[in-house]
């Protein structure tokens, strides 16, 4: 009877201590996961049209090469200068094409760029089309800034939605184009490049319009682009938890089975002395 009051007055302050703990659910806070995200979606609307398989353009080495082997080497260095936005692709020659939604997998990107032919999308260069097809993919888009980049060597050919009207639109959903006019501006027939249109494009959705002549003019304008369109990242930060009221009530628990056990034990000894 002496070693049960004992240890009753010992084990009742501990077991009940520990269950006003427990039941106070104490958490553990951990230090702050601070998460960063891009503010920017970007999209890169490219002309696949007959004539970017025109080889006026010139590699690192001197080398003659196609206009269109000289766009995918300059956007895939741009590309590989940006950091955290999501960049999605669209092609368009007699009809646009989603090439990548958007994506962070730069990887991906790169690849799906590295497919790109000329003609593959159709000879022809619907611009408007390819700008439309572009604002439809920003309609999911949660990004604070929208980005257009369109790249075309020609005039518009027929596309269902004029240019203007496109770039109209654009504006309207908070979405800036850089147009870039790629080639020779004196050029005639197939290759001639309507300046007026891609500059009356930027200029409705507040954006930048260039002539690339070159490839050097050509990486030129895109390290421009890159200086318009700085990073914009959002910080986020948060504490994880993790609960500890399991521990209190683990030890309250097995304080109480111990001491059950301990007076189990005792009166068991006792029976065996009685009997003997």
């Known amino acids: 009877m002496l070693r049960r009051n004992v240890l009753q007055i010992a084990l009742a302050p501990l ?9 106070a659910r104490p958490r553990y806070v951990e230090p702050p996961i601070v998460k960063t995200e891009s503010a920017r979606d970007l999209m890169l609307a490219v002309d696949l049209s007959g004539s970017m398989d025109i080889r006026d353009m010139f590699d690192d080495e001197g080398e003659r090469e196609s206009r269109m082997s000289a766009t995918i080497a300059v956007i895939d260095a741009f590309i590989d200068r940006r950091e955290g936005d999501r960049i999605g692709m669209v092609v ?9 939604p ?23 260069t619907v611009i408007g ?9 920003f309609e999911a888009s949660e ?14 050919t027929g596309s269902k939605v004029p240019p203007e009207k496109a770039a109209d639109i654009a504006a309207s959903a908070g979405i800036t184009i850089h147009a870039i006019a790629m080639g020779d501006p004196n050029a005639t027939g197939s290759a001639e490049l309507d300046l007026e249109t891609t500059e009356a494009i930027a200029r409705a959705t507040g954006g930048s319009s260039f002539l690339a002549e070159n490839r050097d003019a050509l990486e030129e304008v895109y390290r421009q682009i890159d200086a318009l369109t700085p990073e914009e990242l959002e910080t986020t930060s948060y504490r994880p938890t993790r609960p500890l009221h399991q521990w209190p009530l683990g030890i309250a628990l097995i304080a109480l ?10 009166a068991g000894t006792r029976r065996v002395r009685a009997r003997a």
Do not use: N
Not at 105 to 116: G, H, K, T
Not at 143 to 156: F, I, Q, R, Y
Not at 257 to 266: K, P, R, T
């Open 15 to 23: 077991v009940w201590g520990c269950l006003v703990v427990g039941l």
């Open 92 to 100: 368009f020659g007699t009809e646009a094409f989603v090439q990548t």
């Open 102 to 124: 958007f994506t962070t997998d730069y990887d991906l990107v790169r690849a799906q760029l590295a497919q790109l032919e000329p003609g593959m999308a159709g000879p022809q």
């Open 129 to 137: 089309d390819g700008i439309g097809l572009s604002v439809r993919a």
């Open 143 to 156: 990004a604070e800034d929208k980005v257009l980049v369109l790249l075309t060597d020609g005039a518009d």
């Open 257 to 266: 089975l111990g001491y059950h056990f301990v007076m189990a034990l005792g």
